[in-house]
């Protein structure tokens, strides 16, 4: 069965600072990775995946990820973090097996104070 | 283009009443799927509908809950004699489908409060 796991329920970084948000998972067969985010009283947005090719992937709003598969991680990273980044974080794992159901983390909460 | 819909946006019904959460896909995607989101909680799985065929109703939590989809189109889950603990968000995502790695692209969701 697929799982996530989001060990942080909060992250805390000062404006300007580098900032990831970690992730681990485990599947059966080669996963496909997704990170989403929650503004407050909004719906989930998607901002990267990772399916195949380069282990970094670029996404929207300045953000990346790293498909580590040896760590079955798939951590997400911002050089730089904006006050506007807070918000809260999921990620989720797919299989290229069976159908399309994603499995979400428990979100981690991203605060990035002035 | 135009994003998933959903509504209401807001429900608000008392124990052991009916409800019905409508969901209006992106047009051409195949798959919808329907997550429900407690507070504080991640997403949990409900239903997933690919095409023709048969949904996939393994994340619903009782048989109080059914969803039903017509063609590629709307959606609409029902929740039969509510409980305090259908409180929740619920939200809708719908996605290219097929052979998989399509993000899912998800509606602003519906936040139904049974008192």
């Known amino acids: 069965a697929q799982s996530v796991a989001q060990p942080e329920d909060q992250v805390n970084v000062a404006e300007g600072n580098p900032l990831t948000v970690k992730c681990t998972y485990s599947?059966?067969?080669?996963?496909?990775l997704f990170w989403y985010v929650q503004y407050p009283n909004r719906g989930l947005q998607f901002l990267l995946k990772y399916i195949t090719g380069d282990n970094l992937v670029k996404g929207s709003y300045g953000f990346e990820a790293e498909f580590n598969k040896s760590q079955t991680s798939f951590h997400l990273k911002k050089p730089s973090a904006l006050v506007s980044d807070s918000a809260l974080y999921f990620c989720a794992v797919g299989t290229n097996t069976g159908f399309q159901k994603l499995v979400f983390g428990t979100g981690t909460r991203l605060l990035v104070s002035p | 283009g135009a994003g998933v819909s959903q509504s209401p946006s807001n429900k608000v019904t008392e124990k052991g009443k009916d409800v019905e959460l409508r969901c209006d896909p992106i047009s051409g995607h195949t798959a919808l799927y329907w997550y429900r989101q407690r507070l504080g909680q991640g997403l949990e799985f409900l239903i997933y509908f690919q095409g023709n065929s048969a949904p996939d109703k393994s994340g619903l939590p009782s048989d109080r809950f059914s969803a039903e989809r017509t063609g590629e189109s709307v959606s609409t889950l029902t929740i039969q004699r509510t409980q305090q603990e259908d409180s929740a968000v619920y939200l809708c995502?719908?996605?290219?489908?097929?052979?998989?790695?399509?993000?899912?692209?998800f509606g602003p969701g519906t936040r139904l409060t049974v008192t």
């Open positions: 599947v059966s067969g080669n996963p496909y």
């Open positions: 995502a719908s996605s290219g489908g097929g052979t998989g790695g399509h993000e899912q692209y």
